[in-house]
């Protein structure tokens, strides 16, 4: 379990993120929204060490994340930024094969090239793994690096805004590969997302945050509810039931 208690992160006066504590769910997808500023990439960087907190605690499997040697926390944590930038030229199947370094510390064998495939092709990038990544669409490198976490094995599995430049087929691609991976693969995956339709259609559980702190959270069909979803946008949203899924009519 990840357990984050009683984190704060102050920049320049400001409390991006405000006493925050909140129990990620083991073997489930838990969705992070609110609006732009409420701290969720910054809630979700702490949670992977990229960022140092202010104050609190961030418990992985019950040890302190600080006290996590490199190492071991790359084996069971992989994230994935918001914005990745590389300065130098890979292929895909470069790239992706970056996601087996802390095992093979550079030096791939039979086991990690099998990873290194099955990832390509979980992603359907086989035509595209000899080429370089600015050769790609933006919809392209994003399924390249995304390829790149699955190839890294860990447990738990934190992304920064997934679709990020991805058209509606990919983004349903992604979202059904990450909960092919949970349902199938136990993994524990943590998103941040702004699609609160993709968020209702394949979360178990959701953290809705708002100026630096939980709104609310709970299960999905709890938080996806007109109520709770004014207090975290202040919009009237309405909520209708469509296939047995909860959808938010936020366009009307």
Known sequence: MVEVRNVTKQYGGVRVVDDVSLNIAKGKITS????????????????????????????????????????????????????????????????????RFPY?????????????????????????????????????????????????????????????NLDMKHSVQIMKVLRKMVDELGKTIVIVIHDINFASCYSDYIVALKDGRVVQEGKTEDIIDTDVLQKVYDMHIPVQWIDGRKICVYFA
């Open 104 to 164: 093979s510390q550079g030096r791939l064998t039979a086991e990690d090239r099998q990873w290194i495939q099955e990832a390509i092709d979980y992603m359907e990038l086989a035509p595209f793994r000899k080429k370089y990544l600015d050769e790609l669409s933006g919809g392209q490198r994003q399924r390249a690096y995304i390829a790149m976490v699955i190839a890294q094995n860990t447990e738990y599995i934190l992304l920064d805004e997934p679709l990020n």
């Open 32 to 99: 992070f929204i609110g609006p732009n500023g409420a701290g969720k990439s910054t809630l979700l960087s702490m949670i992977t060490r990229l960022i140092s907190k202010d104050t609190g605690q961030v418990l992985i499997e019950g040890q302190e994340i600080e006290g996590w040697k490199n190492k071991d926390l790359s084996k069971k944590i992989s994230v994935l930024k918001q914005s990745n930038h590389i300065n130098i030229r890979l292929t895909v199947e470069d790239l992706v094969a970056f996601g």
